[in-house]
């Protein structure tokens, strides 16, 4: 898919303007999950905003009891209609757990794709023998595999796949539920750059290809802020600094 570099990430948004402001400052991807309980949110901050549905990436998961075969369609209607849409953009297998089979689970979201209730087919948290085993179900990669990512916890081996496949990589938490602001070699950056930790550490993101960022904010000053993050280049030896980080801090284990 082609995403913007900065997205939207929505959970626990549960105010509409949040949304709406984000549109205004300029986000044009939204992602937000059945079991975050805030697609009517992200749909009502939606219709309040001026900017035309099309240009918007609507992005939402099935929960891990949304994924038995015949649970797959009633679910993503019932997002669809709380998110006041009619075609979901990108709907992901928010897990790869609970009532998830490969053989049925990815089938009756690829037919939801053919029906256009959904754009395009995507997985979250995949470790890697779950990506090849959804390339082999499908026939093809996924469109997008959302992972965390962010300069305590850095997969390599999952982007490796993404660009010999071909697919995008979408990072959440990509600011480390604020840690960043923690780590020496994330501040030293950021003080030669004349810049905040958050903003490097976004833009070390960005820099690993092919990964684009769904950060949470709620102010107009840091959605901008993120967004603005696209500007700062960050020279081969601030990402290798980054990169030697000891990365112990997963903030969504299984």
């Known amino acids: 898919m082609d995403l913007p ?20 400052v300029g986000y044009r991807h939204l992602d937000t999950a059945r ?9 009502a901050g939606l219709a309040a905003s001026d900017v035309d549905r099309d240009d918007v990436t609507v992005a939402t998961k099935l ?9 797959v369609e009633p679910a993503a209607r019932e997002s669809a209609e709380r998110l006041g849409v009619d075609r979901l953009d990108l709907l992901y297998v928010h897990r790869p757990r609970g009532d998830y089979d490969p053989e049925t ?48 916890f850095f997969r390599p081996e999952l982007l490796a796949h993404a660009r010999e496949h ?57 959605l901008e802020a993120n967004l603005a993050t696209t500007e700062i280049a960050l020279s081969p030896t601030d990402v290798a600094a980054i990169d030697a980080v000891d990365r112990e801090v997963e903030l969504y284990p299984e």
């Open 105 to 152: 689970t990815l089938p009756a979201v690829d037919a939801l794709r053919e029906n256009g209730l959904v754009g395009e087919l995507g997985v979250s948290n995949f470790e890697l023998d779950d990506l090849k085993r959804a390339r082999e179900t499908l026939g093809r990669p996924p469109a997008v595999h959302q992972t965390e990512l962010h300069p305590l």
């Open 5 to 24: 570099p900065v997205g939207l990430g929505t959970m626990g948004v549960d105010d509409p303007d949040t949304v709406a402001t984000a549109l205004d």
């Open 63 to 71: 929960w891990v009891d949304d994924l038995a075969g015949p649970a």
């Open 35 to 43: 079991i975050y309980g805030n697609e009517r949110v992200v749909g």
């Open 166 to 222: 071909g697919y995008a990589v979408v990072a959440y938490s990509p600011l480390a539920g604020g840690r960043v602001s923690e780590v020496d070699a994330v501040v030293e950056v950021a003080e030669r750059h004349g810049t905040t930790p958050e903003a490097v550490a976004l833009a070390w993101v960005l820099a690993k290809d092919p990964v684009v960022a769904i950060p949470k904010a709620s102010s107009r000053t840091h």
